[in-house]
């Protein structure tokens, strides 16, 4: 299995800080590497996929980058409602595997 | 647009048999693989297995002795069975649909499976 090894675990910010969330891969994955948001109680909100495409309806605060084994999420101006923990997944191979997640809470 | 629902037991007993539903409205189940994922209280995101509409399915390795994904393309459901269920096996449930790249672009809002007697 491909291992994702997210940092920070978790992290405490202000509204609009720069927030950089690091992923990295125990293998090559290309840029098979998508991004989700979850809050408290809701599913997964899918914000990047491919490395650095956002979904449709996600903010422009959010950008992705990276390729083979290490990644980033960016989210340029932290809001209210940013407060949440992030999860990477990688889909280059069966079985599909997520990092542990970092949770982005409130200075 | 497509949205997910799942349904099934909210409590099943040890050793039996986990059995869960996902329906699909907005949209078509065919052309479109689908998955179902799992989130242990308090724990992260663990991909359970994934089937195409035409009734393939590639399971994790994991639990691929006790998991089966089937479809029922004329309700437009599809489901998961997971036998010989333990506490370990407590979560929240989720399905999803594949996007681009094999992201999960769509989810169910979960429901929650307690594994006890």
């Known amino acids: 299995d491909i291992q994702m090894t997210q940092s920070p675990s978790s992290l405490s910010a202000s509204v609009g800080d720069r927030v950089t969330i690091t992923c990295r891969a125990s ?44 990644f980033t999420l960016t989210i340029s101006s932290l809001q209210p409602e940013d407060f949440a923990t992030y999860y990477c997944q990688q889909s280059y ?11 982005v809470e409130i200075k | ?37 799992r989130q242990p209280p308090g724990k992260g995101l663990e991909w359970i297995g994934y089937l195409y509409y035409s009734g393939s399915t590639n399971y994790n390795p994991s639990l691929t002795s006790r998991v089966t994904i089937s479809v029922d393309t004329s309700k437009n459901q599809f489901s998961l069975k997971l036998s010989s269920v333990t506490a370990a096996d407590t979560a929240v449930y989720y399905c999803a649909r594949h996007g681009v790249g094999s992201s999960m672009d769509v989810w ?9 007697s």
């Open chain 1, 27 to 70: 293998q090559s994955i290309s840029n098979y590497l998508n991004w989700y948001q979850q809050k408290p109680g809701k599913a997964p909100n899918l914000l990047i996929y491919v490395a650095s495409t956002l979904q449709s309806g996600v903010p422009s605060r959010f950008s992705g980058s990276g390729s083979g084994t290490d």
């Open chain 1, 93 to 103: 191979s069966t079985p599909w595997t997520f990092g542990q997640g970092t949770k």
């Open chain 2, 1 to 37: 647009q497509v949205q997910l629902q799942e349904s099934g037991p909210g409590l099943v007993k040890p050793s039996e048999t986990l059995s869960l539903t996902c329906t699909v409205s907005g949209g078509s189940i065919s052309s479109n693989y689908w998955s179902w994922i």
């Open chain 2, 108 to 116: 169910g809002q979960g429901t929650t499976v307690t594994v006890s």
